[in-house]
């Protein structure tokens, strides 16, 4: 099993910046890939980013430019700095972790609002 805890989710005014962070542990021998989805209310929940253990990334179009994913492979973290936060960013963060199962944190809410 393994197990996910983020941290780092609340409230922010439009054009703010708010980080993320998510920690595995458990029964890890290695992590493919580690990221974040998010879903908003009455919408499907979708890819952020993602980061694999190679340092290779891959984003959502709507945060390209905005967002940036960091790994830290030895102690099994991930992070996501938003900066530029928009409205429709409000949503909440899911970690995941590859491993290869897929195992999800509980969940950290990001409301962007004036």
């Known amino acids: 099993q393994v197990q996910l805890v983020e941290s780092g989710g609340g409230l922010v005014q439009p054009g703010g910046s708010l980080r993320l962070s998510c920690a595995a542990s458990?029964?890890?021998?290695?992590?493919?890939?580690m990221g974040w989805y998010r879903q908003a209310p009455g919408k499907q929940r979708e890819l952020v980013a993602a980061i694999t253990s190679g340092g290779s990334t891959n984003y959502a179009d709507s945060v390209k430019g905005r967002f940036t994913i960091s790994r830290d492979n030895a102690k099994n973290t991930v992070a996501l700095q938003m900066n530029s936060l928009k409205p429709e960013d409000t949503a909440v963060y899911y970690c995941?972790?590859?491993?290869?199962?897929?195992?999800w944190g509980q969940g950290t809410q990001v409301t962007v609002s004036s």
């Open positions: 458990g029964s890890i021998f290695s992590i493919y890939a």
């Open positions: 995941y972790a590859q491993v290869p199962n897929v195992y």
